[in-house]
């Protein structure tokens, strides 16, 4: 008997080959086991319990259709053939449509049934999967899809491959990385599922299942795999599902279904691998050897049996003699202050990838769910008030690059936010908005403010006279941050709306203002931070100490002035649904500060740092329910603020800019110049813009989507790349017009000088 294994790297992300060939041996000690490998830096090599090696070229070098034949006389000669390697199995199955009696891995339309991320084959199991979203779909789409859950979501490659992505940067810079390490840029977003984690490994032969466990992970390395775990039996209500879709899918060798059990004992499915796991001789020790059953199934030759050791496995690192016939190769020439090797995927595995899509190119792509709509185009779609702005300016006379303000945007804006404000100002509760001039203080911006009833929400005494400039009142000025004493001298003697201190410090001295005749305010209250949340800003609450320290402060302020709350928290950072989970935080402890300092809340202030769509966009329901909640928790509270600052200003504004060389590489790889640069347009890393080019032709309005051009500015730095992978329209050349819209919050109010002379 004769036994291929391949996928023996052994590192700290093993693959499973030196795990199957330690079960095989002891289910057939006589067996002669070979290693199969791409590469001779794979330590699983110089494994003492293999017979014979099988060193190839690297994939990225390898006659395939030579190679397939070889693997086929392999295998004719009677020679068994397991695959510890995803994209190996994807390859052997293209080889071998129609299977092999030897080859003791899944078929092609078996593969395919598996495809991240809804595996479509295991819907039959009691699992549900996690919420996911192509990498196909627009920028703006994928924004709001990290928004919607709390930024705890994970890109992931087609079979490789994984990362927590929890800034637009962080994505943007790993979407970049694997697209190009895989080939594709079909990658997918995959929300993050809390739990503990689990896998049932499967053996199987033409459709029967021949055995399952189930393991939970008790201990993981940093890159979260498997260093120890339990190994237990399949529950009934998993198993008999299990072997309909064995059946369904005529599996045949291994396979592993990676899940985690939530809170509710709900089971989440991550994904399924056509292979044996790393961990998979933890199974043999507990009793199960299900590389044994494979051979013995395809063979009839009867394993040894296997007596369960212990129920429980751990990993340990060991040293192995090396192999005199493959000795260590020798060290790099040191480039860039760097010595080594990569060791992730020494056999070129993300080579194969390339040719995989080539001798199929939908091969790896991502599957969707049976009922999903047809493919995203991947560019966001413009609201017609931008249309109609950009429409509106006459580029021919225009500088760039140059802010373009979007009236009609801007206008319509500000109306539905009053309009929503006054239909909620119910049962003896007023509920306003106050504008952040912090996130522009364009003066038309502030009077659009003014305008619609908004009050104006200052952080300095800079930014209240600008608003007083512009008409408001002092009563209409909302004053809070840790640095609202800058500058000196401008602290209005009449009464303002409501001043918010930022610690304990601050409220001490707004006191003391108070007594002394230099501050006076209808509203004086309180920045809070809740627990376990990262800021700088607020007072925290999660120090017995300091919370003492806060109620005796608040028992200090003076009855003549009513007490309020701030609660600030960006949703756009945290996430829409962590926003609301910290807002019912906030209102229970404004119970216990009402309850231990005998001060009832009349004001509170809920903040801003809203997203344009999560703010107009979200139906009325969901602010009208956070108001009668302030209501029914707090039955002091005569006035709810919310400061959608972001949410008014960022769409308020586009960016113009025009092509100043186009370079074409290799690979249709292309670098644009543009005469805008980071200077005008900052925010990039931290938020996607909807882009247009406006043909100079026609006039016509072209959507950008995503592609291979870089925008590069124009600037003499590293990282002035105001936009990576987008998609030129055909056509596009030197001096045309591109339009960045979405720059009018902190795109604008950040923006600098630099590089015009």
């Known amino acids: 008997m ?26 057939y000690p006589n067996a002669t086991i070979v290693g199969v490998e791409y590469s001779n830096r794979v330590s699983g090599i110089h494994f003492g319990k293999l017979d014979e090696l099988w060193i190839q070229r690297p994939w990225s070098e390898l006659d395939l259709d030579a190679y397939g034949e070889k693997v086929r006389e392999a295998l004719d000669a009677g020679g068994l053939w397991i695959s510890g390697s995803d994209l190996e199995a994807m390859w052997l199955a293209s080889v071998f449509p129609d299977g092999h009696p030897n080859l003791l891995a899944p078929p092609m339309s078996g593969i395919k049934r598996i495809t991240k991320p809804v595996v479509e084959a295991a819907s039959g199991l009691p699992i549900k999967i996690p919420t996911y979203l192509s990498t196909e779909h627009s920028d703006w789409d994928l924004h709001a899809f990290c928004r919607e859950h709390n930024w705890r979501v994970w890109l992931k490659g087609p079979y490789y491959d994984a990362s927590r992505t929890p800034t637009w940067d962080t994505f943007t810079a790993v979407r970049n990385a694997l697209s190009k390490v895989w080939s594709t840029e079909k990658l997918f977003l995959q929300a993050h599922v809390s739990g ?32 120890a775990g339990d190994v237990s039996e399949v529950p009934a209500s998993f198993m008999e599902p299990l072997r309909q879709m064995v059946r369904d899918t005529n599996w045949t060798g291994g396979g592993e279904l990676e899940m985690v059990r939530d809170a509710s004992d709900q089971l989440w499915l991550i994904e399924m691998n056509p292979r044996f796991p790393a961990w998979v001789h933890g199974a043999t020790i507990a009793g199960h050897n299900l590389p044994a059953l494979l051979v013995q199934a395809a063979t009839r030759v009867a394993a040894q049996p296997v007596p369960a050791v212990a129920s429980e496995f751990t990993r340990i690192v060991l040293e192995v003699p090396v192999r005199p016939d493959y000795p260590l190769p020798p060290l790099p020439e040191p480039f860039a202050g760097a010595v080594g090797h990569s060791m992730k995927h020494p056999s070129g595995l993300t080579s194969l990838a390339a040719r995989l899509h080539e001798i199929d190119p939908h091969m790896l792509d991502v599957a969707l769910a049976p009922d999903a709509a047809a493919p995203p185009s991947g560019v966001a779609e413009l609201p017609d008030t931008f249309v109609a702005d950009i429409a509106a300016q006459d580029f021919d006379a225009m500088q760039t690059p140059q802010y373009i303000y979007m009236d009609t945007t801007a206008t319509s804006l500000f109306k539905r936010a009053a309009d929503r404000a006054h239909s909620l100002s119910t049962n003896g509760v007023e509920v306003i908005s106050g504008y952040s001039i912090k996130t522009n203080p364009d003066k038309r911006l502030i009077k659009l403010a003014l305008d619609n009833g908004f009050y104006a929400e200052a952080i300095s005494l800079g930014e209240v006279q600008s608003a007083l400039e512009v008409g408001f009142r ?121 309850k231990l300092s005998g001060r009832t809340i009349e004001m509170l202030d809920m903040g801003g740092g809203w997203y344009p769509d999560d703010w107009h966009e979200d139906q009325i329901s969901k602010i009208a329910r956070a108001a009668e909640r302030v209501r029914t928790m707090l039955l002091g509270v005569r006035q709810i603020a919310s400061e959608p600052g972001k949410a008014m200003a960022q769409p308020s504004m586009a960016l113009a800019m025009r092509i100043l060389e186009i370079q074409e590489h290799e690979d249709d790889y292309i670098e644009a110049v543009v005469d805008a640069s980071i200077a005008e347009i900052p925010m990039h890393f931290w938020q996607p813009h909807r882009m247009v080019r406006q043909c100079a032709e026609t006039g016509e309005l072209q959507p950008i989507g995503r592609g291979k051009t870089h925008l590069m500015g124009r600037l003499c730095m590293e990282h002035d790349i105001i936009a990576s992978n987008v998609q030129l329209p055909e056509g596009t050349r030197a001096g045309d017009l591109l339009i960045f819209c979405d720059a009018g919050g902190y795109d604008r109010s950040m923006s600098y000088v630099f590089g015009r002379g």
């Open 2 to 27: 004769k036994i291929y294994v391949s996928g023996l790297y052994a590192g700290g992300n093993p693959q499973p080959g030196v795990g199957i060939v330690r079960s095989l041996r002891q289910g």
């Open 196 to 227: 503990y984690e689990e896998s049932v490994m499967l053996s199987a032969f033409r459709g029967e299942l021949l055995g399952a466990v189930s393991m939970r992970k008790r201990d993981i390395t940093t890159e979260g795999k498997t260093w």
């Open 474 to 594: 002092p009563d209409q000025v909302i004053l809070n941050g840790p640095g609202k004493w800058w500058p000196e001298g401008l602290m209005p003697r009449e009464t303002m709306h409501a001043v918010f201190c930022d610690s304990i410090a601050d409220l001490d001295r707004v006191v003391a203002a108070v007594a002394a005749g230099d501050m006076s305010a209808k509203h004086i209250g309180v920045r809070i931070r809740t627990p376990n949340i990262t800021s700088r800003f607020g007072i925290p609450l999660d120090s017995p100490t300091t919370f003492a320290k806060l109620i005796a402060a608040v028992k200090r302020l003076p009855n003549d002035s009513a007490f309020g709350v701030h609660f600030h928290m960006a949703s756009s950072h945290v996430g829409v649904a962590q926003w609301w989970h910290l807002f019912e935080s906030m209102l229970r402890w404004c119970q216990s500060i009402e």
